[in-house]
C-alpha cells in the first residue's frame, strides 16, 4: 500500500510538471521548475530513471541534499543545473578543517565538474551549526570554508558557495 502511494506521489508531481513549465519558464522551453532530490527515501528511485523523468519535463534545476555519486553521476552532459548540499553531519568538520573541506570540494565539486555535471552552487548553511554558549548564539562559517576550497580548486566563478 505505502508503495503504490510513493508512486502515485511521483507520478502527481511529474504530471503537474508540465502544467508550471507552461506557466513560467526560461524562455528556451525548459521550465522555471527545481527539484529538491534527496536519497532518505523508502522507495528510491534509481537516479537514471529520475533523471530521464526530469529532463523529458524539462526540469532545468536540482538541489541534491548530499553528494553521493551514485545519484550526481547520471546528471552528467543533461544541461540540468546542479545545487550540491553539504550534508548536515559534515558542516562542522569542514568548517574546521580546511584540508577535509578540500578533500571534500575535490571529491563532490571537481571531480563532477570534470565528468560533466553542471554544478552551479554548493549550499553550505550556517544555521545547521548554532550552538549556545552563555545565553549567545555562535554560528561556525562551514560556507566561509568552503568557499575558500571552492577558490583554490578552481572551481570559482562558476560555482558559487550559498547559504540557503
Not at 40 to 57: D, F, G, K, Q, Y
Not at 61 to 89: S, Y
Not at 98 to 105: G, I, L, Q, V
Request: hydrophobic share 55%.
Amino acid at each position: 500500500m505505502a508503495a503504490a502511494a510513493a508512486a502515485v506521489g511521483v507520478v502527481a508531481v511529474l504530471l503537474l510538471l508540465p502544467l508550471a513549465a507552461s506557466a513560467y519558464g526560461d524562455g528556451l522551453g525548459r521550465a522555471a521548475v527545481g527539484v529538491n532530490w534527496g536519497t532518505m527515501t523508502s522507495h528510491p528511485i534509481l537516479p537514471c530513471e529520475a533523471v530521464r523523468m526530469l529532463a523529458a519535463n524539462g526540469v532545468a534545476r536540482v538541489k541534491m541534499f548530499d553528494a553521493d555519486p551514485w545519484t550526481a553521476a547520471p546528471l552528467a552532459h543533461t544541461g540540468i543545473q546542479v545545487m550540491l548540499a553539504v550534508p548536515n553531519d559534515q558542516l562542522a568538520r569542514l568548517a574546521g578543517d580546511p584540508r577535509r573541506a578540500y578533500r571534500w570540494a575535490e571529491q563532490n565539486v571537481s571531480a563532477y565538474l570534470e565528468a560533466g555535471v553542471d554544478v552551479r552552487y554548493v549550499r553550505a548553511p550556517t544555521a545547521a551549526l548554532a550552538r549556545s554558549t552563555g545565553g549567545v548564539l555562535w554560528f561556525a562559517s562551514a560556507a566561509g570554508a568552503v568557499s575558500r576550497v571552492l577558490l583554490v580548486c578552481g572551481c570559482m566563478p562558476s560555482v558559487r558557495c550559498c547559504v540557503r
